[in-house]
């Protein structure tokens, strides 16, 4: 069982940052892949980015590429979003989710992930 807690949401101007956490429960944390996912109103959940179990691969959808960077500490069961330059079209509910299956097929994919935060709000005012 993985519990996710997001954190670091709120309004910001576009142009601006916010940096989003995820704490993480769990004595495995370090095994597992992890993602941001994003939910527009009125659209379909969409892949953000995602980091391999060590930090050392990251994966990032198009939009956010150069933007946005991911990041986890292993040690303090936590994973990162830092978002710059944000866009109005990056307000959105955004989600911290856990890949803990053994079979893995591709990151991008928001089916990969079983365990999923609440969401935390993103709000960027043009």
């Known amino acids: 069982q993985v519990q996710l807690v997001e954190s670091g949401g709120g309004l910001v101007q576009a142009g601006g940052s916010l940096r989003l956490s995820c704490a993480a429960s769990g004595r495995t944390f370090s095994r597992y892949t992890m993602a941001w996912l994003r939910q527009a109103p009125g659209k379909e959940r969409e892949f953000v980015a995602a980091i391999s179990w060590s930090g050392g691969v990251t994966y990032y959808a198009d939009s956010v590429k150069g933007r946005f960077t991911i990041s986890r500490d292993n040690a303090k069961n936590t994973v990162y979003l830092q978002m710059n330059s944000l866009k109005p079209e990056d307000t959105a509910v955004y989600y911290c989710?856990?890949?803990?299956?053994?079979?893995?097929?591709?990151?991008?994919?928001?089916?990969?992930?079983?365990?999923w935060g609440q969401g935390t709000q993103v709000t960027v005012s043009s």
């Open positions: 989710a856990a890949d803990t299956a053994p079979m893995h097929s591709s990151p991008y994919r928001i089916e990969e992930y079983d365990y």
